[in-house]
């Protein structure tokens, strides 16, 4: 058989360039493994692990060429076929890429795709931030991290009512049981939110729930009190304060020298009605559980008790008498002091009519001040107890000053009718008159006054306490407590003005200290 030239040649020349160059086989992937503890099946990666890859083809060369690749993380080692590489942090999609080519030009490439989960630690919780002072700084408080992986806690703080773009990382903590951070540079006056961010062995992080705290203000202080303390009295002989603990029947000593608690006395049940005598001597007040009047010896701090049949609503201290008002007919009576018993028994009238009420105080030793129920403030004189000198127009009384000189009485009464104290003049004839008034921006529950001093105190239902001059009747500046006051004193001596203090939902009580000294540069 003839063979065509033609087809000979083609033939020919396709065996010659088979023997030249060889035949090509293709490169085919075979397996690709996956060495981590932390790879699942479904394709994810724990952030920032440590994985092994090994690919491997069907035909096994060792003429292969093999560059990995990958948009994210980074390799820790590429030899050959097998590489080491560090998980992104960041959690998403990823890819790595391995190409492969072979001495004859060959090439393939293989994708693996993956998704990263982060690792997150558990949440902690910032419990508690107070503080107490600005020299004392920002104490903050948080739950510990329970986990073993723990790293380090990072305390961020805003400047601001929230965390913003601007917070800062103030302090890094090490150690996992150390819960506790004071941030001592703050300013006063101002807001500040703060976070706690926990970290883990592999990087991740998760951050608290966010508090924010006003600092207060120079020249003034806070110490915590029990809940249901009331009844604030000064005692300038002995430097103390007086409170009572509603809630443990106790009457508190604070120094004010040291700014502590350093006694309690044990009174009975609801106590209320604190009261000082003119020489300093006895604590009265009333414990209405037993209707008891209590006299405490504040030398020897021994207690007496002196039981009432009636109920007791009010207590007033004169120099040698002290007079209750009490839910009777005969609703005043007269105890005296040094022979510690009953004296008399007096109705209080008006013409023909028992006038009912609580609140009583006596101005001077002559006169005494009665807030009758449904009626005008009634002022007696103790020799006519039949009918009132005069009324007024005070309003339901919340709280009154009676301040004496040898020419007159100067009465400041604070109501929770009128947004202002008023205030009064009595001299020794009975004369009353009415002063201008001290204008508060809310309905006032507390006032004290700095009569040398010149300055009038009200706390009004606000977190604030107004200060006015006596002489002027004019503002002269605010102090911001954070907390609603209800009752206030001042130390003439060191020029401390002594608040009590509550949380709107009661919580929360506070003896607020403002050194007035350095609050106006005395």
Same mark, same amino acid.
């Given at each position: 058989?003839?063979?065509?030239?033609?087809?000979?040649?083609?033939?020919?020349?396709?065996?010659?360039? /088979?023997?030249?160059?060889?035949?090509?086989?293709?490169?085919?992937?075979?397996?690709?493994?996956?060495?981590?503890?932390?790879?699942?099946?479904?394709?994810?990666?724990?952030?920032?692990?440590?994985?092994?890859?090994?690919?491997?083809?069907?035909?096994?060369?060792?003429?292969?060429?093999?560059?990995?690749?990958?948009?994210?993380?980074?390799?820790?080692?590429?030899?050959?076929?097998?590489?080491?590489?560090?998980?992104? =942090?960041?959690?998403? *999609?990823?890819?790595?890429?391995?190409?492969?080519?072979?001495?004859?030009?060959?090439?393939?490439?293989?994708?693996? =795709?993956?998704?990263?989960?982060?690792?997150?630690?558990?949440?902690?919780?910032? =419990?508690?931030?107070?503080?107490?002072?600005?020299?004392?700084?920002?104490?903050?408080?948080?739950?510990?991290?329970?986990?073993? &992986?723990?790293?380090?806690?990072?305390?961020?703080?805003?400047?601001?009512?929230?965390? &913003?773009?601007?917070?800062?990382?103030?302090?890094?903590?090490?150690?996992?049981?150390?819960?506790?951070?004071? *941030?001592?540079?703050?300013?006063?006056?101002?807001?500040?939110?703060?976070?706690? /961010?926990?970290?883990?062995?592999?990087?991740y992080l998760s951050v608290s729930n966010e508090e924010i705290i006003r600092v207060l203000d120079r020249g003034i202080r806070k110490v915590r009190l029990d809940k249901?303390?009331?009844?604030?009295?000064?005692?300038?002989?002995?430097?103390?304060?007086?409170? /009572?603990?509603?809630?443990?029947?106790?009457?508190?000593?604070?120094?004010?020298?040291?700014?502590?608690?350093?006694?309690?006395? *044990?009174?009975?049940?609801?106590?209320?009605?604190?009261? !000082?005598?003119?020489?300093?001597?006895?604590?009265?007040?009333?414990?209405?559980?037993?209707?008891?009047?209590?006299?405490?010896?504040?030398?020897?701090?021994?207690?007496?008790?002196?039981?009432?049949?009636?109920?007791?609503?009010?207590?007033?201290?004169?120099?040698?008498?002290?007079?209750?008002?009490?839910?009777?007919?005969?609703? /005043?009576?007269?105890?005296?002091?040094?022979?510690?018993?009953?004296?008399?028994?007096?109705?209080?009238?008006?013409?023909?009519?028992?006038?009912?009420?609580?609140?009583?105080?006596?101005?001077?030793?002559?006169?005494?001040?009665?807030?009758?129920?449904?009626?005008?403030?009634?002022?007696?004189?103790?020799?006519?107890?039949?009918?009132?000198?005069?009324?007024?127009?005070?309003?339901?009384? &919340?709280?009154?000053?009676?301040?004496?000189?040898?020419?007159?009485?100067?009465?400041?009464?604070?109501?929770?009718?009128?947004?202002?104290?008023?205030?009064?003049?009595?001299?020794?004839?009975?004369?009353?008159?009415?002063?201008? @008034?001290?204008?508060?921006?809310?309905?006032?529950?507390?006032?004290?006054?700095?009569?040398?001093?010149?300055?009038?105190?009200?706390?009004?239902?606000? =977190?604030?306490?107004?200060?006015?001059?006596?002489?002027?009747?004019?503002?002269?500046?605010?102090?911001? !407590?954070?907390?609603?006051?209800?009752?206030?004193?001042?130390?003439?001596?060191?020029? @401390?003005?002594?608040?009590?203090?509550?949380?709107?939902?009661?919580?929360?009580?506070?003896?607020?200290?403002?050194?007035?000294?350095?609050?106006?540069?005395?």
């Amino acid at each position: 058989m003839q063979i065509n030239y033609n087809k000979f040649c083609i033939l020919f020349f396709l065996i010659l360039i /088979l023997s030249l160059t060889g035949c090509r086989e293709e490169l085919i992937v075979e397996d690709f493994k996956i060495d981590s503890e932390y790879y699942q099946e479904t394709g994810r990666f724990l952030g920032n692990t440590e994985v092994d890859f090994e690919i491997k083809l069907s035909d096994d060369d060792d003429d292969l060429n093999y560059h990995w690749t990958a948009n994210g993380g980074r390799f820790l080692s590429q030899v050959d076929n097998k590489a080491t590489y560090r998980v992104p =942090t960041a959690p998403g *999609d990823y890819r790595i890429t391995v190409f492969i080519q072979d001495d004859q030009g060959a090439e393939t490439m293989y994708d693996f =795709t993956f998704t990263v989960e982060g690792d997150y630690p558990e949440q902690v919780s910032l =419990t508690e931030i107070r503080n107490d002072s600005v020299t004392e700084g920002v104490e903050i408080e948080w739950s510990a991290y329970p986990d073993d &992986d723990f790293s380090t806690y990072q305390i961020l703080r805003s400047d601001n009512f929230y965390i &913003d773009n601007n917070a800062e990382v103030v302090a890094e903590i090490d150690e996992q049981t150390k819960t506790y951070y004071l *941030d001592q540079d703050v300013d006063p006056n101002q807001n500040y939110t703060y976070q706690v /961010l926990v970290f883990n062995e592999r990087g991740y992080l998760s951050v608290s729930n966010e508090e924010i705290i006003r600092v207060l203000d120079r020249g003034i202080r806070k110490v915590r009190l029990d809940k249901g303390v009331s009844d604030l009295i000064f005692d300038e002989v002995r430097s103390q304060l007086y409170l /009572l603990d509603q809630q443990a029947n106790q009457v508190v000593i604070f120094d004010t020298q040291k700014d502590e608690i350093t006694g309690r006395v *044990d009174v009975g049940p609801a106590p209320n009605n604190l009261k !000082l005598s003119k020489d300093n001597k006895y604590l009265f007040l009333v414990t209405r559980g037993d209707n008891s009047l209590v006299q405490i010896d504040l030398e020897e701090l021994t207690v007496s008790n002196y039981n009432f049949k009636q109920e007791i609503k009010d207590i007033t201290i004169g120099v040698d008498e002290l007079y209750l008002k009490v839910d009777d007919k005969s609703n /005043l009576v007269q105890f005296n002091i040094e022979e510690e018993k009953v004296k008399d028994n007096y109705q209080l009238k008006k013409g023909k009519s028992v006038v009912s009420g609580e609140k009583i105080e006596l101005v001077g030793e002559e006169e005494l001040l009665f807030d009758a129920y449904f009626d005008k403030t009634l002022l007696y004189n103790l020799t006519d107890l039949s009918n009132p000198l005069m009324k007024l127009g005070t309003g339901v009384i &919340d709280d009154l000053e009676i301040h004496n000189t040898d020419e007159e009485n100067y009465l400041y009464i604070a109501s929770s009718q009128f947004k202002y104290v008023q205030s009064f003049t009595l001299n020794q004839s009975g004369k009353l008159d009415a002063m201008k @008034k001290f204008k508060t921006a809310g309905y006032p529950r507390g006032i004290t006054v700095a009569q040398e001093e010149g300055w009038l105190f009200a706390a009004y239902n606000d =977190t604030e306490v107004s200060v006015f001059s006596l002489e002027e009747h004019s503002l002269l500046d605010k102090i911001d !407590l954070r907390n609603y006051a209800f009752d206030l004193v001042f130390d003439s001596e060191q020029s @401390k003005l002594y608040i009590l203090t509550s949380s709107i939902n009661k919580h929360e009580y506070n003896l607020v200290i403002v050194d007035l000294k350095e609050r106006f540069d005395l």
